[in-house]
C-alpha cells in the first residue's frame, strides 16, 4: 500500500491511530508511515500478542520488524490472561517515550479504551469465568442487563460473557461501570486518527488469498506445536483459523474444510469490525482502499 494523497497532514511527534478490518493492510500501511515519518509501531491486535502466534495471527515478519521498531507483538505466552485493561496498562509508557507511537490493529475495543477511557473494573473471580466459559451465548446474553446488551455486538462471545461476568462478579450492570469511566490517556484531538474504509468482496478476495498465505508460511506447524495444550477456552485459541486447522489435524475435516471455515470465519468477524468501526469511529480520517 503507497501513502497517497488522501492521507491528513502528520504533525511532527503526533501519534497515529490505524484502524481497519483484518487484512485490509494496517501493517504495511503502518510500516510505510512509520519509514517515512518516524515511529514506533504498536500492536492493537488481541490475537497477534500471543508468542505461538506469527503466520496464523498474520504478525508482521522478522523482515518487516527489522525495518521499524515493533511493540506488544508477540511478547505473551498462549496461556496468559489478557484484555483491554491489561493492553491499555502496558500502552501507557509507550504514548510518552522518546518515538511517535503508530498504533495499529484491528480491535476496536483498544483503541475506544485509549481514546474514550476505561472503566476500572475489578477482576473478574476464577469461578466465576469458569461457570461463564460453560455457558452458551444465549443464556450468558440473557444474564445481562438489557441496557448494556443494547450497547454490545451480540455475537461476539468474548463481549458478552464479560458483561455477564461483571455483572456476575459485582452486582452492578456494565454500562453502570462504564458511566464512570476516567478521562483518557490519549484524547482523539491530540492524534492522527485513520481508519480504513474497505470494499466488500476487494477484502474477501484478500481473505481467502492471506489464509493460503499463512499456510504456506508455517500456520499449520503453529498449530500442531500447540495441539497439546489446546484449550478452547483460552483466549488465545480463539484465533481465527486455530480451531479450524486443529479440526483438520484431528483428521476431523479436510485442510480444504479448514481454509473454507476460516475463511467464513473471517468474513463475519471483518463484518463485525466494519460495524463497529462506523458505529464508534465517525470522527476518524477514512481512507478508502481496494474496489
Not at 84 to 98: I, M, Q, Y
Not at 107 to 113: D, E, K, P, W
Not at 133 to 158: E, S, W
Not at 263 to 289: E, N
Request: hydrophobic share 45%.
Amino acid at each position: 500500500m503507497a501513502v497517497g494523497p488522501a492521507l491528513p497532514p502528520i504533525p511532527e511527534g503526533a501519534p497515529v491511530l490505524i484502524a481497519g478490518p483484518t487484512a485490509s493492510g494496517k501493517s504495511a500501511l503502518a510500516l510505510e508511515i512509520a519509514e517515512r515519518f518516524g515511529g514506533v509501531i504498536v500492536n492493537a491486535d488481541a490475537s497477534q500478542v500471543y508468542n505461538c502466534w506469527r503466520a496464523i495471527s498474520a504478525r508482521p515478519s522478522p523482515e518487516e520488524e527489522a525495518r521499524a521498531p515493533h511493540r506488544l507483538y508477540g511478547h505473551l505466552p498462549y496461556d496468559a490472561p489478557y484484555s483491554a485493561g491489561h493492553w491499555l496498562r502496558e500502552v501507557t509508557p509507550l504514548l510518552d517515550g522518546p518515538d511517535r507511537p503508530i498504533i495499529v490493529g484491528g480491535t476496536g475495543l483498544y483503541f475506544t479504551a485509549l481514546t474514550e477511557g476505561m472503566a476500572e473494573i475489578p477482576a473478574t473471580p476464577p469461578d466465576i469465568r469458569a461457570e461463564a466459559d460453560a455457558l452458551p451465548l444465549d443464556t450468558l446474553l440473557a444474564g445481562i442487563d438489557p441496557a448494556t446488551a443494547a450497547g454490545l455486538d451480540q455475537l461476539n462471545r468474548a463481549r458478552v460473557q464479560r458483561a455477564w461476568e461483571v455483572e456476575r462478579a459485582t452486582g452492578r450492570a456494565l454500562h453502570l461501570w462504564q458511566a464512570d469511566t476516567p478521562p483518557p490517556l490519549l484524547p482523539l484531538a491530540r492524534t492522527v486518527p485513520l481508519v480504513l474504509e474497505v470494499d466488500k468482496f476487494w477484502l474477501w478476495d484478500r481473505i481467502a488469498r492471506r489464509f493460503d498465505q499463512m499456510l504456506d508460511e508455517g500456520a499449520l506447524a503453529e498449530v500442531a506445536a500447540m495441539a497439546a495444550r489446546y484449550d478452547p477456552a483460552l483466549p488465545a485459541f480463539k484465533a481465527i483459523g486455530v480451531p479450524e486447522l486443529m479440526a483438520h489435524l484431528r483428521g476431523e475435516i479436510t485442510l480444504d474444510a479448514a481454509r473454507e471455515r476460516a475463511s467464513i470465519a473471517t468474513r463475519q468477524y471483518a463484518k463485525r469490525q466494519r460495524s463497529w468501526f462506523r458505529a464508534r469511529m465517525g470522527d476518524w480520517h477514512a481512507l478508502s482502499v481496494g474496489g
